[in-house]
C-alpha cells in the first residue's frame, strides 16, 4: 500500500523492493517502483529509444502481483482484460505505454493464473479529444484541469458485454492521477469497468 503522508522522503527513495509496489489511491495501481534514481532515468532512456529487452528488465518487479490479477476478474466474472494503453496528449507522443501493454499481454496469457480470463492489448479503446499541456511544471490543481475531459472512450460491443470485460489501464507513470482518473472518467461514461491502472513509475510523495 501506499506509504502515509509523513512516510520519510528518503526512506521511499532508498527502498530496495524487488516485489515492486501498489496502492488503492487514486484507484487500484501497481508499479514496478518509485520514479526516481536508476528507475527515472530508464523510464527517460524508454521514451526516447525504445528497447525490449530495457523494458523486461524494469518491469520485472510487476509481475509476480499481476499475475494475481485475472484470478481476481475471474471471481467478479470476467472473462476478458483489455490492456488500454493511455494516449499521451504531446504531438511527439509517448511510445512506452504501449510498448509495455504489449509486452505484458502475452505474459498474462501465459501464467496459469490466467486461465479463463484472457489478456489482450486494445490501442483503439481510450483516445485523446485534445491535446494537453506537458505537465512536468504544473501543481497538482493544473494537472487536473489540463486533463478534464482530454479523453473519449469506444463503446464496448455486445461481445465485451458478455465477457463483462476489464480494462487495464497503462501508463508509464503515474504523478498525481490526474490523467488516469480522466482516462477512467471517459471508459466508465463509455460503460466499461476499470480494474486499474499498471505503471512502471510511482512518483514518491
Known amino acids: 500500500p501506499e506509504p502515509p503522508a509523513w512516510f ?3 526512506w521511499q527513495l532508498e527502498v530496495d523492493d524487488a516485489s515492486g509496489l501498489q496502492g488503492l489511491s487514486p ?6 517502483g518509485w520514479y526516481a534514481g536508476e528507475l527515472r532515468q530508464q523510464l527517460l532512456g524508454l521514451r526516447r529509444q525504445p528497447d525490449a529487452t530495457l523494458l523486461h528488465r524494469v518491469m520485472a518487479p510487476l509481475l509476480p502481483t499481476l499475475l494475481q490479477l485475472p484470478t481476481q476478474l ?9 490492456l488500454a494503453p493511455v494516449p499521451s496528449g504531446r504531438r511527439d507522443g509517448n511510445p512506452v505505454p504501449a510498448l509495455l501493454a504489449r509486452a505484458l499481454a ?15 492489448v486494445d490501442a483503439a479503446l481510450l483516445q485523446r479529444s485534445c ?20 479523453f473519449r472512450a469506444l463503446l464496448p ?10 480494462v487495464l489501464l ?7 492521477g490526474a490523467t488516469a482518473l ?19 513509475g510511482r512518483t514518491p510523495r
Open 131 to 150: 491535446r494537453v499541456a506537458i505537465q512536468h511544471h504544473l501543481n497538482r490543481r493544473q494537472r487536473w484541469r489540463n486533463q478534464w475531459l482530454s
Open 106 to 120: 502475452p505474459i498474462l496469457n501465459s501464467g496459469s493464473a490466467a486461465r479463463g480470463c484472457t489478456a489482450r
Open 74 to 82: 475471474l471471481q467478479s466474472g470476467a472473462q476478458e482484460l483489455l
Open 170 to 176: 497503462v501508463d508509464d507513470v503515474l504523478t498525481s
Open 157 to 166: 460491443t455486445q461481445q465485451s458485454r458478455e465477457l463483462n470485460c476489464q
Open 8 to 10: 520519510p522522503l528518503r
Open 182 to 200: 480522466a482516462a477512467q472518467r471517459a471508459l466508465q461514461s463509455a460503460g466499461w469497468h476499470v480494474a486499474g491502472l499498471v505503471c512502471l
Open 27 to 32: 484507484l487500484p495501481w501497481w508499479s514496478a
